[in-house]
């Protein structure tokens, strides 16, 4: 994991952040132009001073190639932080994001001191869910991920005791 900057903008989007695929779990649209992506990366930049937002890239440790991205989020109405992510598709049922996952609940853990958090994910999103129960998240019933259009899709919800 490592900080996002602007100069990621053009391999995230060519990599995930324009990809229908990717995008049809989490709750944005694929960005249609570049420019969304800088205007998504200059929040993450932003929020770095921010002691309720926590964004990282995700990065093959021998050479440094992005390929994801994800994070903490404290949600206000669970009083308690979110974990989230998503990668490019070419790098699905590899490991990493299992492994990336890991990583951000050390660094909840052992940095931010907290003793739970809370994921979800598409209930049709079932290797997401495998990442979750696999770095011990457990079940707690489903509930709605609302996207940035307004829409709604079902989730899985999951909580892990730290």
């Known amino acids: 994991m490592r900080t996002l900057s602007l100069d ?20 944005w649209n694929s960005h249609k132009s570049i420019d969304e992506t800088k205007m998504w990366l200059n929040d993450a930049v932003n929020n770095y001073s921010s002691d309720t937002v926590f964004d990282w890239g995700f ?13 903490l989020y404290y949600d206000k109405s669970l009083e308690m932080f979110s974990l989230g992510y998503c990668i490019m598709y070419d790098f699905w049922n590899k490991g990493y994001t299992t492994e990336a996952a890991g990583a951000m609940i050390k660094f909840a853990k052992d940095v931010l001191k907290i003793k739970e958090l809370f994921a979800q994910h598409a209930v049709e999103n079932l290797a997401s869910g495998k990442v979750m129960v696999k770095n011990g998240f457990v079940p707690t019933g489903y509930g709605n991920i609302i996207n940035f259009d307004g829409t709604k899709q079902k989730s899985r919800t999951y909580r892990l005791a730290l």
Do not use: C, I
């Open 59 to 71: 990065t093959v440790q021998e050479n440094g190639f992005l390929f994801g991205s994800g994070g």
């Open 8 to 27: 990621d903008a053009q391999n995230a989007f060519s990599r995930w952040t324009s990809d229908d695929r990717v995008s049809k779990y989490m709750n």
